[in-house]
């Protein structure tokens, strides 16, 4: 499978404890998203990292929240003292930067359902 | 930052009928729009997009258009069919680089 793939698929969790999630994107691909979707809501963008640089992060990336992309391939997420509001599902998406005039086409992974008890 | 607006939430069709959802943006800056579907329990898929400097693009029975002016974009379906049922998510991407999604929009394809 040359897609995104997130790992892992599913994650049920208690209050308070530390989650972790991974992202592997499309080999070739510089760019790598962060977002997070709820019920009946569109994907909300956390964090970017064009390879290895992070280079954009949300308001709604709270203190909680750290991603890292250490040799600009795969990526984690890791949520600290997790809490119930932070249940939803995690999806990563990567895409090839070109410059300015170049394609952005964000391809998405199948995401990771947090579930917070 | 971005705020997209996105209507109608619900929007039901009789088949062969055809589709369209409405989205407003409000960042001028904004030059790139892409519309994603997402069938129940998978990823968003993009089916079209469009940039700042096209005013309407087409792809067999899809189509976007886009007025900057106004700052709005429409997505068209033609002659639909059951398997086009599904949410479908506009979204802008301004002078920040991640995605602004609009809430959705759930469209119902009737037999």
């Known amino acids: 499978d040359t897609g995104v793939s997130q790992d892992p698929r599913h994650k049920i969790t208690k209050r308070g404890q530390n989650v972790t999630f991974r992202c592997d994107p499309i080999s070739e691909h510089n760019r790598l998203y962060w977002y997070r979707q709820t019920l009946g809501q569109g994907p909300e963008f956390l964090t970017y990292f064009q390879n290895e640089a992070q280079l954009e992060k949300s308001r709604l990336l709270s203190d909680r929240f750290s991603a890292e992309r250490p040799k600009g391939s795969f990526s984690t997420l890791e949520i600290q003292r997790t809490e119930q509001g932070d249940s939803a599902m995690y999806l990563c998406?990567?895409?090839?930067?070109?410059?300015?005039?170049?394609?952005?086409?964000?391809?998405f992974g199948p995401g990771t359902r947090l579930t917070v008890l | 930052g971005e705020n997209v607006e996105q209507h109608p939430s619900t929007l039901s069709v009789q088949e062969g009928d055809s589709a369209v959802i409405k989205c407003t943006y409000s960042?001028?800056?904004?030059?790139?729009f892409p519309w994603y579907k997402q069938e129940l329990g998978k990823r968003p898929q993009l089916i079209i997009d469009i940039r700042s400097n096209v005013g309407e693009k087409k792809d067999q029975r899809i189509a976007v258009t886009l007025n900057k002016t106004a700052k709005h974009f429409s997505l068209h379906i033609t002659e639909t069919q059951p398997e086009d049922s599904a949410v479908y998510f506009c979204a802008a991407r301004g002078g920040a680089d991640g995605l602004t999604f609009g809430k959705g929009t759930h469209l119902i394809i009737q037999p």
């Open positions: 998406a990567s895409s090839l930067d070109l410059g300015a005039s170049g394609g952005n086409e964000q391809f």
């Open positions: 960042d001028s800056a904004s030059n790139y």
